[in-house]
């Protein structure tokens, strides 16, 4: 079953030096149960989609096309009182672990019973043993659950975001690069905590990271964003075994590995474009050596090309 | 066999804590705690280790960015803690340094000329050149330009016309990160502490800029220090690894040796967390790879990893610090477990 359907999204940014096409025609769906990880370099529009699911953009940003269905309406019609409904309680967010997504001055406890309490029927003695059972989930000792942020440690404060994301049971999380400011250890916790919580929950998941290897042991489809433009979408042991767009083989070929042999990296020449006068035609041309009179005039399409796997080239 | 660059005896740096200027610091943080090793001439050598480790201080203290408590530095045969003057700007020249942040290293009104010409300026004063050097009129403008040019066709800022008048926000952050190793460059340097140069840029443009560096390398007779906490890169660049933990090097040796067969609990437990790019490859976790809370303490008498430790046993480990000692050709390990 189809949770999540994106439809041709696009969305700009205003900025004094003019409009930042930061997505670009973008579409991919979602099923129910399924990750899904979004990679791409900084700057690709990876947390704009999370941000718009979410409806929660900055004021600058401007949806200039497209849909976003989720379980059968497109978010993007709703108001925003109808949004806040849907908000937390339906689709929720981890956010990157940082102090500034947790209030430093509220015991964490009556931050996530907020959470809870604004979104769901529930008196605030049912909502504290809520927190007790969602601190059991993501592994932290519930006494832990009336200190202030800075007395926990980077991991632990990931985890109590995590649990605040899973407060009211949400059909759809958006996981936007959580282990990013982590040191490896931690980070291999906290992925493999995530990982044991979506067997367990059987949760849905968009997971955004710029890191292809975290992405690939996270989630089983995988989605590979250039400059705003989704270049290719398939199953992750389909996608790695064979790649098919010439971006999405630079970047695998551009990751060092820790195990088998050490090969010589071939990264792929030259930077990511300016968003505010992107290319014409497929935005990857400038930086493809491979690339024809075509790629240079007409924008490629999402097309499928095996079961599931879809691509957006015209060399393909 | 490589010549010893650097050698490294005893080095401690310690940090006060809750100083005032009314007030002698009482506490202090061990930042690093006796480390030893060396550093051969034409080698990469890479520090890796968690945020916390002592990875950068050890960097800051190998070009005198800061003065260690206690222990030895010898660059070229010099002891460089003592340095002072002349000798010190002289060792300067020699020992560069590039930072982790391309975006707060550089300064945002220098142009790239400014900032490329800053280095030479400072370090090459024309009377005090000898003869030879003068007669090519090294002190001279005309030289530095040329020097400037020369360099940034070395990093690949292919034509330095270009770049030149550009300041640090008209370039991408794999151009910075260019920038700052060509300002390293201008002063033909011998050794540089590279701390976690790459660890901003991203995916594609890190690749590139790890095979610049391999590069760069070769054409000026490099020796670097390599700072990472990213084990993957730090393989592939790096052939010597020194592992830090909590101030302590608690394995050195080649680095395939390492990443094939790492000795130390701490070594395998850094190891198996990395992330691996094939969906094929199901990652064992290691147990017990609990996060005791980090106590840094001067009067610490047991193995510093005692509390996270896997396979401590109290008999052993509870009692008395490891000491590094030697298993291999090459290879040492600070553990009670192994001998």
Redesign the interface.
């Known amino acids: 079953m189809k949770i999540l359907e994106i439809k041709n999204l696009s969305i700009q940014y205003k900025i004094s030096e003019g409009n930042v096409q930061a997505v670009k025609n973008v579409s991919f769906d979602v099923e129910k149960g399924e990750s899904i990880g979004l990679v791409g370099?900084?700057g690709c529009g990876k947390t704009t989609i999370g941000m718009a699911i979410m409806g929660l953009l900055p004021q600058n940003a401007e949806i200039t096309n497209g849909q976003i269905i989720f379980d059968g309406e497109d978010l993007l019609t709703k108001t925003d009182e109808e949004m806040r409904k849907i908000r937390w309680k339906r689709i929720s967010m981890i956010f990157q672990a940082a102090m500034n997504a947790l209030n430093p001055v509220f015991r964490i406890e009556d931050q996530i019973i907020e959470a809870i309490m604004t979104h769901s029927d529930i008196n605030k003695v049912d909502a504290r043993k809520r927190v007790e059972e969602l601190y059991r989930l993501v592994g932290i000792d519930p006494i832990r659950a009336r200190d202030y942020p800075h007395e926990y440690?980077g991991?632990m404060r990931q985890r109590a975001i995590i649990a605040m994301a899973l407060a009211c049971n949400p059909d759809l999380i958006i996981a936007d690069e959580p282990t990013t400011a982590l040191?490896?250890?931690?980070?291999?916790?906290i992925?493999?905590e995530i990982i044991k919580l979506q067997e367990k929950l059987e949760m849905t998941m968009i997971y955004i990271s710029?890191?292809?290897?975290?992405i690939?042991?996270t989630c089983n489809m995988l989605g590979v964003l250039y400059a705003g433009t989704l270049v290719e979408y398939a199953p992750?042991?389909e996608l790695?075994s064979n790649p098919l767009h010439p971006y999405t083989k630079?970047?695998?070929?551009?990751?060092?590995?820790?195990?088998g042999e050490?090969k010589k990296?071939?990264?792929?020449?030259g930077?990511?474009p300016d968003l505010i006068d992107p290319p014409s035609g497929c935005r990857f041309h400038p930086r493809n050596p491979l690339k024809e009179k075509v790629c240079i005039e007409k924008e490629p399409e999402l097309r499928l090309i095996d079961d599931r796997h879809y691509v957006a080239c015209h060399l393909v | 066999m490589a010549e010893t660059l650097i050698k490294i005896n005893n080095l401690s740096k310690l940090y006060p804590l809750k100083k005032n200027l009314f007030r002698k610091a009482k506490e202090w943080l061990p930042a690093l705690h006796n480390i030893s090793f060396d550093i051969n001439e034409g080698e990469v050598f890479g520090l890796v280790g968690e945020s916390g480790s002592g990875k950068s201080t050890c960097g800051k203290i190998l070009v005198r960015l800061e003065k260690a408590t206690s222990g030895q530095v010898f660059f070229e045969g010099t002891e460089i803690n003592s340095l002072k003057g002349r000798d010190l700007k002289a060792f300067r020249k020699k020992a560069q340094m590039i930072f982790q942040d391309p975006y707060e290293s550089l300064n945002p009104r220098r142009t790239v000329f400014d900032t490329l010409i800053e280095p030479l300026n400072v370090h090459t004063v024309y009377e005090e050149l000898a003869e030879p050097l003068k007669a090519q009129h090294i002190g001279s403008r005309d030289y530095r330009e040329r020097k400037i040019q020369e360099v940034l066709e070395k990093v690949e800022l292919k034509p330095a016309e270009d770049f030149l008048y550009r300041y640090p926000h008209e370039l991408s952050g794999g151009q910075r990160q260019r920038i700052s190793i060509a300002r390293a460059l201008v002063l033909d340097p011998k050794f540089i502490v590279a701390d976690e140069p790459i660890s901003m840029l991203d995916a594609s443009v890190r690749a590139s800029f790890m095979n610049l560096m391999l590069k760069l390398k070769k054409d000026f007779n490099l020796t670097y220090l390599f700072i990472s906490h990213d084990l993957a890169s730090a393989r592939y660049i790096c052939d010597r690894l020194g592992v830090l933990f909590q101030g302590e090097i608690v394995e050195i040796g080649p680095t395939e040796m390492i990443i094939q067969d790492p000795k130390h609990p701490y070594t395998k437990m850094l190891l198996s967390a990395v992330p691996v790019a094939d969906p094929k490859i199901k990652r064992k976790r290691l147990e017990g790879a609990k996060m005791a809370p980090i106590e840094h303490s001067t009067g610490c008498v047991t193995c510093k990893f005692y509390t996270r430790c896997p396979i401590a046993s109290k008999e052993k480990c509870g009692e008395g610090k490891p000491e590094l000692v030697s298993v291999e050709d090459g290879r040492f390990v600070s553990c009670h477990h192994i001998k």
């Open positions: 370099e900084s440690s991991g040191d490896v250890l931690v980070q291999d916790q992925i493999s710029h890191d292809i290897s975290v690939i042991e992750t042991s790695v630079g970047l695998l070929g551009s990751y060092p590995s820790i195990k050490i990296l071939n990264p792929i020449p930077e990511p």
